[in-house]
């Protein structure tokens, strides 16, 4: 079985539950999602929803979270990390370019997204994953649904490969150079 992960805080504005809704469409013999969510410290309710949701699917499992630095340490076992956003059409969310990226690439995963533009050419640059064409459950899924071991394995290759070029270590120098001229 392919095991997905998703990781972040459980804010009602991402629209969770819509993740829960792509393990819904995919073959649950094949693929095992994986939800390693902090509640908000503003809706424990929609935490709750979310958990009680995840438990009705017998291939969807609720992990306890782990502190911030440890994070790509322990998403390592599994194999790829997959993130949709409903609010695509917002500006900012089209181009950002979420922590949750780096820790899919520092834990060596392949990547399942929506069309987020910035995210998008990270992502074909080291050919890290798959990216969706349309913001839709049923795209991502399809992806997914795609997804053999073989691609699985060359994309955490991908991922291995990728890792040192965009380390924050390396990456902290680049935005010092661009204050400078600043």
Known sequence: RIKLILHGIANKNRKLELMIQIADAVDAN???????????????????????????RPHCFLIPPVPTPAICEHINRFDVGFYMYDNSSNFNMQHYLPNKLYEFIQARLGIVIGPYIEMKRVMEEYELGYVANENT????????????????????ANAHTAAEKVAGEREVGKMAEVFKTL
């Open 30 to 56: 094949r693929f095992e999602f994986y939800f390693m969510l902090v509640p908000s410290p503003h809706d424990q309710a929609y935490f709750d929803y979310l958990k009680d949701e995840i438990n009705k």
């Open 137 to 156: 459950v049923s795209a991502i899924a399809a992806l997914i649904n795609d997804l053999t071991k073989e691609d699985v394995e060359r994309l955490k």
